[in-house]
Nanobody, 122 residues
């Protein structure tokens, strides 16, 4: 089992920044590829970013160049730095630990946090 707890969400104006954190406990954090997903009201959960055990990263096209994912295996923590935020980034953001399968699909992720709300005002 892996327990994930997100923090750092909030309300920010367009163009602003937020840094989300995801603290993990339980099984060896360093063994897992970690991902961030988001879900806006009435929409499906969508991939935002991922980072593997070695630090190789992937980003959705919609956030590339604005968001940065990072991790510290010693601290069992993954972060999502979000800059130049847009109203369309408004969603609940979830941290997840990947089991197997496509890194872009929620079904591939075995463990999930409870989510943190990010609201970007125009």
């Amino acid at each position: 089992q892996v327990q994930l707890v997100e923090s750092g969400g909030g309300l920010v104006q367009a163009g602003g920044s937020l840094r989300l954190s995801c603290a993990a406990s339980g099984r060896a954090f360093s063994n897992y590829m970690m991902g961030w997903f988001r879900q806006a009201p009435g929409k499906e959960r969508e991939f935002v970013s991922s980072i593997n055990r070695s630090g190789v990263t992937n980003y959705a096209d919609s956030v590339k160049g604005r968001f940065t994912i990072s991790r510290d295996n010693a601290k069992s923590t993954v972060w999502l730095q979000m800059n130049s935020l847009k109203p369309e980034d408004t969603a609940v953001y979830y941290c997840a630990a990947r089991g197997s399968g496509s890194l872009y699909q929620p079904i591939s992720y075995e463990y999930w946090g409870q989510g943190t709300q990010v609201t970007v005002s125009s």
